[in-house]
Nanobody, 115 residues
Framework: QALLVESGGGLVQPGGSLRLSCAASGSISSIYQMGWYRQAPGKQRDLVATITSAGTTNYADSVKGRFTISRDNANNTVYLQMNSLKPEDTAVYYC?????????WGQGTQVTVSS
């Protein structure tokens, strides 16, 4: 069984930056893809960005040019660098991993963008 632990959320002013981290531990095999999703109050959980083990990335249109996803394969960790944050980026951010033909989710970390 794998465990995902996220960190790096918090309160930031509009235009600021945050870096989220997600570390996978436990019984892990063949990680294919890791990524970030977010869910604002009263809304569905949406894709933010994903990255495959080969480094192929995919971003939601709303974050292109502002967010960058990266991963450390050796340490089973994925990062999300978020720049030029806007109030509409406020949400709980969840890490997701696809490994061994299963999806795993982290517990979520709150990101609040407000002045």
């Amino acid at each position: 069984q794998a465990l995902l632990v996220e960190s790096g959320g918090g309160l930031v002013q509009p235009g600021g930056s945050l870096r989220l981290s997600c570390a996978a531990s436990g019984s892990i095999s063949s990680i294919y893809q890791m990524g970030w999703y977010r869910q604002a109050p009263g809304k569905q959980r949406d894709l933010v960005a994903t990255i495959t083990s080969a480094g192929t990335t995919n971003y939601a249109d709303s974050v292109k040019g502002r967010f960058t996803i990266s991963r450390d394969n050796a340490n089973n960790t994925v990062y999300l660098q978020m720049n030029s944050l806007k109030p509409e980026d406020t949400a709980v951010y969840y890490c997701r991993m696809y490994a061994g033909f299963r999806f795993y989710w982290g517990q979520g970390t709150q990101v609040t963008v407000s002045s």
